[in-house]
C-alpha cells in the first residue's frame, strides 16, 4: 500500500488548506486511518482519524473545531480541511492506515508552513 500526501503550502495565520491522501496498491472499505504531524525537533502526534466505513473521526484536542477529516471511497482518497491555521500548526503532516496489529503504516508527507 503506498500513501501520498499532498496540498501542503504556505499559507498565513488564519487561513485555510485542504490536504488530501491518495492510496494506492489497495482498495479500503473498511478499516481506520489517520492523519499525524511532525513539527520540526518534537516528535510525530496523532492529528485526525476516520473510519472508512461510516465515516465516523476524531481529533487531537488542539485542532478540534479547526480540522476536519474526510474520505471518498470512490477515490480512495482522504481529507484533511484544516481552518483558522496556526502557527503552531507548521508541520509536516502524513497520512496513515492501521494495520490490523494497531500499528500506524504511513507513507510520504507533505510540508505545511503557516506564518503569523
Known amino acids: 500500500v503506498q500513501l501520498q500526501a499532498s496540498g501542503g503550502g504556505l499559507v498565513q495565520a488564519g487561513g485555510s488548506l485542504r490536504l488530501s491522501c491518495a492510496a494506492s496498491?489497495?482498495?479500503?472499505?473498511?478499516?481506520?486511518m489517520g492523519w499525524f504531524r511532525q513539527a520540526p525537533g518534537k516528535e510525530r502526534e496523532f492529528v485526525a482519524s476516520?473510519?472508512?466505513?461510516?465515516?465516523?473521526?476524531g481529533y487531537t484536542e488542539s485542532v478540534e473545531g479547526r480540522f476536519t477529516a474526510s474520505r471518498d471511497n470512490a477515490k480512495n482518497t482522504l481529507y484533511l480541511q484544516m481552518n483558522s491555521l496556526k502557527p503552531e500548526d507548521t508541520a509536516v503532516y502524513y497520512c496513515?492506515?492501521?494495520?490490523?496489529?494497531?500499528?500506524?503504516?504511513r507513507g510520504q508527507g507533505t510540508l505545511v508552513t503557516v506564518s503569523s
Open positions: 496498491g489497495r482498495t479500503f472499505s473498511s478499516g481506520i
Open positions: 476516520i473510519r472508512w466505513s461510516g465515516g465516523s473521526t
Open positions: 496513515a492506515f492501521r494495520t490490523t496489529t494497531g500499528s500506524w503504516e
